[in-house]
């Protein structure tokens, strides 16, 4: 990363985490596979972060995207026998091999000898396989207790010094941990991953929940105080990985909510509450409240209108949230019955109505089973009619494809073919062209299917992109072997 960039990001941070500058100390890399700006609003990679800051043997330093050199200090990811990577987002596999090259690691676990690779994350755990020849350990699950073994054991016996095998065979021994040179197949699937730091004695309401350690004004919710309210999502959409790998729903109580960003005192107005199912929070309204009475400012993401009641909506009135986010998925009745969404466009409308938000995020999927055109055009009919109720505000509508996922309803489906799918775009394109207040976010290219393959392979897809040179390379390969890519 080059110094001025590094510079700025490192001015632009206000920091809880104790300094860790030790010479002697061994190099713990957190690698987020994507740009600062997303990693620094994730709470996942900010947690691992932070956790690394616990032992005193490590020094614990930021790499993003494929950038081969970090940002605390610019050392090179060679310097680095502990590499812990926070795996989000399927294609972010991509950048993490470009790092390795970059970086002039290997790969391939086999070909590593020094040094332990771990990959988690949301993508890791909905589908750890392709995963397989490249880690050297995957951790399948989110809980704090074993993350935290995890470092402590690295920490107390640093690859290079320890040998590796025997190392594997330590971390092994934790739940979630899978290590595919030792076991074909990952342990449990989404292993009860609560964050119970005392499994035995503390119940789930009484733990602390993970907030943001470091804040940042170039992070996506910037200058923000980010805290996990809730964990997994009560409501089972058939193309959604979220409440298969974050299983079960559980809530947070606002007392833990509370103490968990005390530490920040009255440094930081700007409070995020990360969810899935913010709206179905119990005590939503007393925890909006608190915060409003004491001066602080809260932000939510995507809200499910139909479980916005008026105390609700007045105290996110009171809020200043320039942006509601609201994912409808779908337009047609049809499809909003199949994945239980279903409010009507006149109950968004009135939602909407009720909130000054200055910009209206929407989010559609299309592409899904038995979807015919006329379900494509009904999710065009529902933006122009909201755009055209709120002519003074901005409506984003982000228009994604469907991507199947291991371990969901629809895990069997087949992706749309290439041509069908920009066809579709297309539909809803033309129905929105001429509307100013309209921008469309189309999160579709044909890299996209990569998505496909990498949340449903098996263990080849990672070995042919292990021994591939290049990314297309790896596609030609994957491509004779299913043709996800040369179907027009
Ligand atoms: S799409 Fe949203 S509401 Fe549906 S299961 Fe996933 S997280 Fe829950």
């Excluded at 982000?398 to 069908?420: A, C, D, I, L, Q």
């Amino acid at each position: 990363m080059a110094y001025f960039t590094r510079e700025k990001f490192l001015k632009s941070e206000i920091s809880l985490l104790p300094a860790h500058s030790k010479k002697w100390a061994v190099r713990a890399a957190a690698v987020f596979p994507n740009d600062y700006r997303t990693g620094m609003s994730n709470l996942g990679f900010l947690e691992i972060f932070e956790i690394m800051h616990r032992f005193p043997q490590l020094f614990p330093q930021r790499f993003f995207g494929s950038e081969p050199l970090s940002l605390e200090t610019g050392e090179p990811l060679t310097f680095f026998p502990i590499i812990a990577v926070s795996l989000s987002f399927e294609l972010d596999f991509l950048n993490l091999l470009s790092l390795l090259r970059k970086s002039g690691i290997s790969v391939k676990s086999t070909e590593r000898k020094d040094r332990i690779l771990i990959i988690g994350g949301a993508a890791a755990m909905i589908n750890p396989y392709p995963l397989a020849s490249i880690a050297d350990a995957i951790f399948i699950g989110d809980n704090i207790s074993n993350i935290e073994k995890i470092f402590k054991i690295l920490a107390e016996n640093p690859p290079g010094i320890v040998d590796k095998q025997d190392l594997l065979a330590e971390l092994s021994k934790i739940e979630g941990v899978w290590i595919p040179s030792l076991l074909e197949n990952p342990p449990q699937r989404a292993i009860s991953v609560n964050k119970i730091q005392n499994a035995e004695a503390t119940p789930f309401e009484e733990v602390t929940p993970p907030s943001s350690a470091i804040v940042s004004s170039f992070a996506a919710f910037p200058n923000m105080i980010l805290v996990q309210i809730q964990q997994g999502c009560p409501f089972r959409c058939p193309f959604c990985a979220t409440p298969v790998i974050y299983n079960p729903f559980q809530n947070f109580s606002v007392e833990s909510i509370i103490l968990s960003i005390s530490r920040w005192g009255s440094r930081i107005s700007r409070i995020g509450l990360v969810g899935s199912a913010i709206a179905d929070y119990p005590d939503l309204n007393e925890l909006l409240k608190y915060f409003r009475d004491i001066g602080q400012n809260v932000f939510t993401s995507s809200l499910r209108l139909d479980r916005l009641n008026s105390d609700i909506i007045e105290n996110l009135k009171l809020s200043k949230q320039r942006t509601l986010t609201i994912a409808p998925e779908v337009g047609s009745q049809k499809f909003k019955k199949i994945i239980g969404k279903n409010f009507s466009i006149d109950k968004i409308i009135s939602i909407i109505q009720k909130l000054p938000a200055k910009e209206i995020k929407l989010y559609y999927i299309i592409g899904l089973p038995d979807e015919e055109l006329s379900d494509v055009s009904a999710i065009g009919d529902e933006i122009v009619k909201i755009a055209g109720e709120f002519p003074n505000r901005k409506i984003i509508a982000s228009v994604n494809p469907f991507v199947p996922k291991r371990g969901t309803k629809w895990e069997y489906f087949n992706m749309m073919v290439h041509k069908e799918l920009i066809k579709r775009f297309n539909i809803v394109k033309k129905m929105i062209d001429n509307r100013s207040n309209i921008y469309m976010q189309i999160n579709y290219r044909r890299k996209t299917r990569l998505q496909w393959v990498l949340a449903t392979g098996d263990r080849q897809v990672g070995e042919i992109f292990a021994e591939s040179d290049t990314i297309s390379d790896a596609v030609s390969k994957l491509d004779s072997r299913s043709h996800v890519f040369s179907i027009p």
